[in-house]
């Protein structure tokens, strides 16, 4: 059986103290049993530090962004090769909070995500619906076409991403999709990629939104959620800890 994936996303929230204590904490909580496979998304002023408080540990690196350029003329960018000289295995690419405040397209996301395979990074793609969309009954409709960007981008590349479902009014809201909601999209995304790729079924389909220690073993139970990716409880090792417990 695939292992499932669990991912912090810490946004803007961190000091070189307070992640020093955090990854200290939840690596001396982890001992040696990891029944999953575990990845921190920190800020990218924080790559190097958290780079060598992982080195030889079950936790991997993963930063928030990536750029859809490769080298040159382009400001406050950060780019694939950049972030796998600091030993970086995943990029999250298209996180709502990019797609609101930062623009990014659909077009944009799929991009990134070819930036991201194209030097050996695993990109956490993001999808989801806002509640206007979802209350206008477009959640499939939505989540499959910023998906289906990604698909047509990357070819049969495809089969090497991670797909996380992130409904926007659960992200930081502390409403969660029930078990049953997020399923229901996690069943529609592994059908398009079935459709996309004979390889689907190893395409990890992480859940996001407001995941925490009470709720991740019911979502983490339902047959197409795959892990999580973890906001808010990712800065917090015991909470951290206990999900990572319940994908056991
Ligand atoms: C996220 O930002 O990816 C996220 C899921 O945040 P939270 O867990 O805080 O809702």
Redesign the pocket.
Known sequence: MMKKLIAG?W?MNGSLAANDKLLKDILAGLGQQASCQIAVGVPAVYLAQCQALLAGTKIDLASQDISTHEVGAYTGEISGAMLMDFGVRYAIVG?S?RRQYHGETDEVVALKAQRALGCGITPIV?VGETLAEREAGQTDEVVKRQLAAVIHANGHCISEVVV?Y?PVW????GKTATPEMAQQVHAVLRAQLKAASEHADRIKLLY????NAANAASLLAQPDIDGG?????ALKAQDFLTIIAATA
């Open positions: 996303n946004k996180h909070e993001c996380a992130e659960a992200i930081g809201t996001g939104g407001s995941m990716l973890i906001g808010g409880a």
